[in-house]
């Protein structure tokens, strides 16, 4: 709980930062377009407008996402962060659609601009601050596991490159009295799109669910693997619930001898430490093992051979052969690109039949979720 308080509080305090900056870099920015006649100025104080807006959504967010679980809602309410995040990604895409609007119509329609050294010597402050505030809000974002704070530091980076713009063209507007105002707002605006597109395609692709970080997944079975009773760790599945919640389900293949209150005290030590250490509730499934038996162990490697040579196979596991009720087991895990995948296990099953015709093979396809 401690945690949690301290990545509320991380996030309430950089948003805030945001707001107060992005509102004082706005009004500026704005008073210095108007004295300036600058589209492309005015656009990036607008923008800058749009950055304060998006850090009091976040904010919003994150107290909504902190309601506690309910009858209705039992894993809580972390998904809504993500929802915060799909918000701030619109209005970026959205300001950069207005920006590009305004600077094409510039063009067909110019004015003077009216440049002052001081109002470039403001813009280059401005570039600075910006730098600043998106390296410090992403970095916090990415240390609290915040989508909608790693959101807004890229807007401010972004921002930063908007000003740059401006920059230029406002030296070159005083230095060769050339105005590339109008240009230089397109340019501007194109940039702003593409951030928001992007942000927006990260952020929905969270909302659909995407492949847990190999790393992760990794670090689990690892951990897992290290008691001394689990022979093998399959079939990790972790559904995200919001940064701070996820659930999911794990195979781990036993030695067939092991006892119901033996796995009971294996499964309930790993539920614990996973939630311990990641967070994580964790389902146990159980795969009964018989591989150390010279016979079984002899086809294993045999099927197991075969089967690795087949194009789109990645793994076999949870093999296991009932000699009394003459019965054949495995499962096989089968990339993406295999459109028929049932089909595929067919022709397996056939293959292995003319070989062991006197047993029943039974193959379980399984879906390559994790690594």
Known sequence: MKNKLSRDKQIIKTSVIGIISNILLSAFKLIIGLLSSS?????????????ALSSIITIIGMKLALKPADNKHPLGHGRIEYLSALIVSSLVFFAGATSLIESVKKIFNPTTSNYTFLMVLFIIIAIFVKLILGKYTKKVGESVNSTALIASGSDATFDALVSASTLVSALIAIIWDINIDGYIGVAISLVIIKAGWDMLSDTLDRILGTRIDSK?????KAKIKDEDMVIGVYDLILHNYGPETMIGSVHIELDEKITTKEIYELTRKLRMDMFDQYGIILTFGIYAANSEDPKVKEIME??????????????MHAFYINFEAKQLSFDIVVDFNIEDKFALRDSIKDHLQQIYPTFD???AVDTYFSD
């Open 39 to 51: 589209i492309a100025i005015m656009m990036d104080a607008i923008n800058n407008l749009s950055d």
């Open 216 to 220: 992760l997944s990794k670090e689990i």
């Open 302 to 315: 045999m099927i197991n051979t075969y089967i690795l040579k087949i194009d789109g196979i990645i793994q």
């Open 361 to 363: 093979i039974f193959i």
